[in-house]
T-cell receptor, first 112, second 114 residues
Framework: QKEVEQNSGPLSVPEGAIASLNCTYS??????FFWYRQYSGKSPELIMFIYSNGDKEDGRFTAQLNKASQYVSLLIRDSQPSDSATYLCAVLFSGGYNKLIFGAGTRLAVHP | DAGITQSPRHKVTETGTPVTLRCHQT?????MYWYRQDPGHGLRLIHYSYGVKDTDKGEVSDGYSVSRSKTEDFLLTLESATSSQTSVYFC?????????????FGPGTRLTVL
């Protein structure tokens, strides 16, 4: 059973704080990991992808991957109310032939 | 939306009727996908295509069929709609295959089966 687990939230953080979103996955052979942001009533938007262990930074976003522990996280620095959305973690499982498995998402609420 | 359109954007239909959803892309990407999204389940893959006339099943394919006769169009058909198929349907494309499989989504179709 290929699984991607996320805490459903809501995760509530004050404006300006760091939001930390976590995701665990079941397949140790997975190679590629993606974070999507989805506003209510809209389609998912790709914001980060990571393929190697360690950190990857893009603006206020940092993705962290630890394959040994099978988790991937997304940090959002200087959180803004406009970051309030649901964040979806997606994993390309080994042998999956381009098939992503998505977590159910974590709802983030950034309050002024 | 990476040049992806979906039609219709909203549809209400009755149980037992056939329904076809269309996904259209303008940039000749090889890989196309159909997902459904339901509360508490995230996005689940229904079918995908890796080229014209080349399709395969995803994790929730029962009750759905697909066709891809042209690179730019990927059709999802519900042969006989049921209330359990009430959902939001998203089409996606990916820029490449293998491990670098960044997928980009269309605007979605909200389907209600009464």
């Amino acid at each position: 059973q290929k699984e991607v687990e996320q805490n459903s939230g809501p995760l509530s953080v004050p404006e300006g704080a760091i939001a930390s979103l976590n995701c665990t996955y079941s397949d140790r052979g997975s190679q590629s990991f993606f974070w999507y942001r989805q506003y209510s009533g809209k389609s998912p938007e790709l914001i980060m992808f990571i393929y190697s262990n360690g950190d990857k930074e893009d603006g206020r976003f940092t993705a962290q991957l630890n394959k040994a522990s099978q988790y991937v996280s997304l940090l959002i620095r200087d959180s803004q109310p406009s970051d309030s959305a649901t964040y979806l973690c997606a994993v390309l499982f080994s042998g999956g032939y381009n098939k992503l498995i998505f977590g159910a998402g974590t709802r983030l609420a950034v309050h002024p | 939306d990476a040049g992806i359109t979906q039609s219709p954007r909203h549809k209400v239909t009755e149980t037992g009727t056939p329904v076809t959803l269309r996904c259209h892309q303008t940039e000749n990407h090889r890989y196309m996908y159909w997902y459904r999204q339901d509360p508490g389940h995230g996005l689940r893959l229904i079918h995908y295509s890796y080229g014209v006339k080349d399709t395969d099943k995803g994790e929730v394919s029962d009750g759905y069929s697909v066709s891809r006769s042209k690179t730019e169009d990927f059709l999802l058909t519900l042969e006989s709609a049921t209330s359990s198929q009430t959902s939001v349907y998203f089409c996606a494309i990916s820029l490449g295959g293998g491990t670098h499989n960044e997928q980009f989504f269309g605007p979605g179709t909200r389907l209600t089966v009464l």
